[in-house]
């Protein structure tokens, strides 16, 4: 069975210039399988009111700039897709267990979007307080 690694351990690149390794070099702490699945859907759809809400009010209380962010992939989108999943039955942890912020600071380690990971992590000191 294959890992989604090449032989030197990278990950698979994802979508345009994104990888399993890049996410999880910035902390990423969603399974490979459901990260490809999450970008694969994100190409190309619509986002919700609730995630464009959620996303839009996350940002501007982070002081982010989403439309600096958005590149092929809005982040908007991926936040609800990621949001919608539901966990399978036999799976005990699950993304769609996270909160809002959490899973928002996700999205961005899949767009691997460093700094502002940083930016919303500091703007919630309760939320990440063993990240600070």
Known sequence: MHNGTNDEGRGREGE???????????GGLINEAD?????TRSRGAKVGDGARSQSEGIARFS???????????DPRVLYGI???????SEVLHHHSQ???????????RMLEKGEAV??????YPNIFAQQN
């Open 63 to 73: 002081g982010l700039d989403l439309g600096a962010l958005r590149g092929e992939i």
């Open 35 to 39: 990260y490809q699945s999450a970008l």
């Open 16 to 26: 345009k210039g994104l990888s399993y390794a890049g996410y999880v070099s910035h």
């Open 98 to 108: 996270m909160s809002d912020q959490k899973l928002f600071v996700e999205t961005l």
């Open 82 to 88: 990621l949001r919608n999943d539901t966990a399978p």
């Open 118 to 123: 940083s930016v919303v992590q500091k703007a």
